[in-house]
């Protein structure tokens, strides 16, 4: 399971001003993201045999 949060927005406890948090995607994330877009865009395999009614 991956989690990741690109930005998060907040008040800040005692100023009140707007706090932006940003962090780019981890290494890690990208590739298994690159692991998905390949196995998306690959064919699926088709049955083989007699399909039962």
Do not use: K, N, W
């Not at 692991?35 to 399909?51: F, I, K, W």
């Amino acid at each position: 399971m991956l989690l990741h949060a690109a930005a998060i927005e907040f008040a800040h406890p005692t100023t009140g001003q707007i706090v932006l948090v940003e962090a780019p995607l981890p290494e890690d994330f990208q590739e298994v993201l690159q692991l998905l877009r390949q196995e998306h865009d690959r064919p699926s395999p088709r049955p083989t045999g007699t399909l039962l009614p």
